[in-house]
DNA sequence: GCCAACATA
């Protein structure tokens, strides 16, 4: 079928063809650091030097290397596809940037690209994992002091790192890959980058960007005060990608209801579109779901009819169990279509292979973190020009695509043109804390490349300071800021674990707070939601979520880490596998910070009363309305359906350990608590601060 | 009756 033809009256072909002026915007690679090492048979064959050679980052490897020697940073705006996370590192390394011990960093947002990567990069060399190419990421350190020339990290170990190395003195050059994603690590690394730059003017700093954020990046990077430009000491440079061109179409007029719109679109390509994979964008499982059951429903009625090329609908999300997201990459005959239908997990976390078609519905579920109210929501928002962009480059990778946005090109045109970073829309304690242990004496005067809101470091200051990790004059408190700062958690849990040894209980804390690190611990397929539910009431106990994640994972324990029993029980079992992880973590971190290991042998309560010793300040009240009251502000909290207190017998006190607001301020991870251990264990907290006292100190912190 | 996605010696 000709390209345009596609359906006659509902779709608009953008108005102009690509490789004009638009040509950025539809040309669109696949993210290189998600594809297989070899791409095709064709390739396979040439050395692996030919290959290297022939990638669209070759050309520039000399002015790369001039830039590098020129400028202490350097902004690369790589398409991705052109090579650049896989080569630049190896063009540093070959031009001597690793000598004397020196090392090159290379840090990315995600753990797996860090992890495939790096293995690339090894295959490349004929280098063995963790010898000259390593990486190192939480959990997984694969490199070798001595040895590794050219190291992986992810943005969150390379932020750590400088807690035991301020000035990063091992690294000569560190490249920041994926910097346009603005994580809240890759955003502390950036503010962090700038003040290490000032000590080491020696240091090289390359930041991979997409284009749009390009010049931000060099205007904050550049340290030079003068208009003189030939001062500067950072520089741009943009390398093509290599991508098949993917055609846009948008809709002629504003969808109503844009899973309904999917539906008909996918069913559209379908009956009129040549073969090729459909992958659609929406926003969360919900919406997967439904969307998945009327396909499927859709698709039989086809096949009924005669229609001879079948369909596989097939859901992608980060809490379907493992062995359903597996199915995704497993090969379709070929009189079969695959359409996936995700949420943004497909967008950078996982490629399918073999899209051609993609459906972007125009929206996002993203956290928003409210600094007047100190809550977390989740917000399906319009999504951002760069994630439509990057949601296109999905159908660009086999062949030409074509990507269908559920929206009307005025409208496109009126999104915003990115994602508002990270660090302006979360709740900022840990990176606070994490920042002040780093040296950041006033956070508020952080460097930041675009800072957050005032209030937000306000709040994150007041919590601090009731936690005790900050002073009157909000310095980090020795020991104990110092040591909640080096714990890889936020500091409600930090005290909690550093306050359990005092509670006798040191062994259960460290296991509640493991399990509660893990997302989505209970599973509840679609088609087995009650005997899931079943499964789940086994393991739970009426002092509520905490104590039932702690008797979970002591039955998965008890079961010998059984991957067969959590299936038969909906546990989620790779999940499980970290929860151990990150358990042998934190005891090792308690043992060196010298926190008795002690169990309270079924004492629940020794247990509950340390939970309170982290977390007094999330506690909830009975209101006779039937729902929950915070305690300062009076907000009406709801128990969250996934809790297993819902429909329970409502505690009169309970203390949560997150609060997200969607449809309602809904408190996750719920304990019952006794009023009294409140009074008792936070005195500072509930019973000193009348609303005078606390602006008092709100201003003060304000000051500062 | 609800569950974007990542990440931390």
Redesign the pocket.
Known sequence: MESGSFPPKFWKPGAEAPGASLAEERTVLVDESQSTPYVSNSCAALSLEKQRQRLPVFRHRNHILYLAEAYQTVVIVGETGCGKSTQIPQYLLEAGWAKGNHVIAVS???????VTVASRVADERGAILGHEVGY??????CSDTRNTRIKF?????L???M???PLLQRYSVIILDEAHER???TDMAIGLLKKIQKRRPELRLIVASATLDAEKFRDFFNHNDTKDCSKDTCAILTVQGRTFPVEIFYSTSAVPDYVVTTVETIMKIHEHEEEGDILAFL??????EEALKDVKERARMLANQGLKVHMRPLP?????PHREQARIFERTPRNCRKVVL????A????TVQGVIYVIDCGF?????YNPHTDI?A?LIVPASQASAQQRAGRAGRLRPGKAYRLYTEEQFEKLPRATVP?MQ??NLS?VVL?LKALGIDNPLRFSFIAAPPAQAMVNALELLFALGAIDDDCHLTEPLGMRMA?????PM?AKMLLESGNFGCSEEIATVVAMT?I??VFL?PTNQ??KA?RAKRRFAVEEGDHLTLLNVYEAFMKHKKNSQWCHENFLNYKGLVRAVA?RE?LV??LTRLEVPACSSEGDSDAVLRCIVAGFFSNAAQFHYTGNYRTIREGYELFI???SVL??EKPPKWVLYSEL?????H?M?DISAVDVTWLLELAPHYYQQGTERELGAKRAKLLAQ
């Open positions: 990315q947002p995600r753990r797996v690209a860090a190192c990421v939480r959990f997984d350190d990290v992810t943005d969150g170990m932020v750590r790192e807690m035991a190395d994580t809240l690590h926003t969360g499982q919900d919406e997967v992608m999300y980060a809490a379907l995700a949420t943004n997990i967008e950078t976390s996982i996002v579920k993203l956290r928003a977390d989740l990270e829309r979360s840990p994490q080096e714990f890889p958690m936020g849990f690190q997302q989505n509840s939601k009650a539910a990150v973590q090792r971190l969250h359906p996934s819902y429909g997200v607001q969607s449809t309602h809904y996750r």
